[in-house]
């Protein structure tokens, strides 16, 4: 979902979403409705609920090719190691 007056992105994904401001790059922005992303940014606290969100400064779209199953293994499978 985008909110033009914001500029921001909700991002969902297994019933967990992410809110991103995209307003740094508001011109050169172009993604489709249903289509993944890569998202570089920076944590920010919202300045009315509170809660973070991320700032980005770089979005691009994921290559063709892009497998979700093997990517969600590769997180998990380095969380696991960091706690």
Known sequence: MYDISSSIVTLVHSGQ???VDVSLLVDDLRFNLG??????????KDELG???IVKAIMVWNVTP?????????VVKSRMEAVI
């Not at 090719?65 to 293994?73: H, T, V």
Request: charged share 15%; proline share 0%; aromatic share 20%.
């Open 65 to 73: 090719g892009f497998n979700l199953s093997q990517y969600e293994d």
């Open 50 to 52: 509170g809660s973070w």
């Open 17 to 19: 979403s992410v809110q």
């Open 35 to 44: 289509e993944w992303i890569n998202v570089i940014g920076y944590l920010e």
